[in-house]
Every structure is written in structure tokens, then in C-alpha cells.
T-cell receptor
């Protein structure tokens, strides 16, 4: 059974902390994505990666960075968390040339 | 660029009612089209897909037909259940980057017993 896993389902952090959200997929997919989901705003793409060490900005990259050192792992980094980054974060992956995406269960992050 | 227009929610239905959620798209060529579903507290999962024009995707009693003449991919189910309560997303590919889909707000469906 194919899987995308995220390191935490729920996370509470304080303003100014550095936050790491980890995502791992076991499908040998080339493409990986980070989204945030907020009521009334839908799913918005933060960053995506087409290959190891490659990354591209999505629609709302400000305040975030990413790291992809290995094909199966894609990390989202909040350098200095702020309250407006409280959200549900979803990771996804897809095979090269294919548009069907596989999603993780999400991490609900609260920044106090 | 490619885009999707999805019926706004929320939608509230009684159990066994007929469901239609409209989705129209603009795209270059005829890309694969998808419907995803998100159950409460979970990530998105693929519900059904159609890979070419006139294809019908189906799963769990849901159906959607890829109609190129109307550029539509409406989701339908003949008799909804309480367990179908979820958020539904229509997603064609975005732009020319393979693997990148555009997700809108989704349509929230609540089915009451």
C-alpha cells in the first residue's frame, strides 16, 4: 500500500521558534509538494520539488523554506514561526510526468 | 494557464438524495482530470479520475464524465450517505509543470440522516 507519512499530526509551537515539518513517501516519486489549507482559502501551494536538491516556489512561499536531500523526504521549514502560520499543512507526492497526487494525513500546526 | 471553476459550497443534503457538484476547466489540450475527497481530519485522497475525453471515472458510487464539448467534469452520486460528508476537490493539472495540480477551495458536503 502506497504511503505518504508526515512526522506529526498535531504540533504546538511558540512564536519565533524554528519549526520542521517532515514528509516521507515510499513510492519512489520524483515530485513532492507542500500545501497549507485554511478555511475559506482552500489548498495553497507553498513549495514543490521535482528532484533531489531541486525546489521551486509555489503560490505562497514567504516565511517558509524547504529541503530535499533524499528522494523520499521533503522537509518544510518555518525559520521563525508566527501566529499567521497556524494552519493545516499537507504534503503530497506524484510520479514524474503524472499529475495524480498522493497525500499525507496532514499536520495541524498551532503557533502561540 | 490551466484553471478550474468548482461549484461553491457548502452543500447540505438528506440521506439518499442525488448529488451533483459542478466543475468546469480551461486547459491546453486534454489533460487527465481528477476528483479528490478529504474526510474530516484527514489528507486528500483520490476519488476518481478520467484520462481522456469522454472517459467516465467511477468509484464508491460516484461518477464523473470528462466532457470536452462543455469542458466539464461534474461529480455525481445517485444516493448519498452520511459517510459521504467530506470536502470534494476538482483538480485538473496546472500549467505545463507535470505533476502540479491546482486545488481550489473545494466543496463541503454535509449529508444529514
Amino acid at each position: 500500500d502506497v504511503k505518504v507519512t508526515q512526522s506529526s499530526r498535531y504540533l504546538v509551537k511558540r512564536t519565533g521558534e524554528k519549526v520542521f515539518l517532515e514528509c516521507v513517501q515510499d513510492m519512489d516519486h520524483e515530485n513532492m509538494f507542500w500545501y497549507r489549507q485554511d478555511p475559506g482559502l482552500g489548498l495553497r501551494l507553498i513549495y514543490f520539488s521535482y528532484d533531489v536538491k531541486m525546489k521551486e516556489k509555489g503560490d505562497i512561499p514567504e516565511g517558509y523554506s524547504v529541503s530535499r536531500e533524499k528522494k523520499e523526504r521533503f522537509s518544510l521549514i518555518l525559520e521563525s514561526a508566527s501566529t499567521n502560520q497556524t494552519s493545516m499543512y499537507l504534503c503530497a507526492s506524484s510520479a514524474s510526468g503524472r499529475t495524480e497526487q498522493f497525500f499525507g494525513p496532514g499536520t495541524r500546526l498551532t503557533v502561540l | 494557464g490551466d484553471s478550474v471553476t468548482q461549484m461553491e459550497g457548502p452543500v447540505t443534503l438528506s440521506e439518499e438524495a442525488f448529488l451533483t457538484i459542478n466543475c468546469t476547466y480551461t486547459a491546453t489540450g486534454y489533460p487527465s482530470l481528477f476528483w479528490y475527497v478529504q474526510y474530516p481530519g484527514e489528507g486528500l485522497q483520490l476519488l476518481l479520475k478520467a484520462t481522456k475525453a469522454d472517459d467516465k471515472g467511477s468509484n464508491k458510487g460516484f461518477e464523473a464524465t470528462y466532457r470536452k464539448e462543455t469542458t466539464s467534469f461534474h461529480l455525481e452520486k445517485g444516493s448519498v450517505q452520511v459517510s459521504d460528508s467530506a470536502v470534494y476537490f476538482c483538480a485538473p493539472p496546472s500549467g505545463t509543470n507535470a505533476g502540479k495540480s491546482t486545488f481550489g477551495d473545494g466543496t463541503t458536503l454535509t449529508v444529514k440522516p
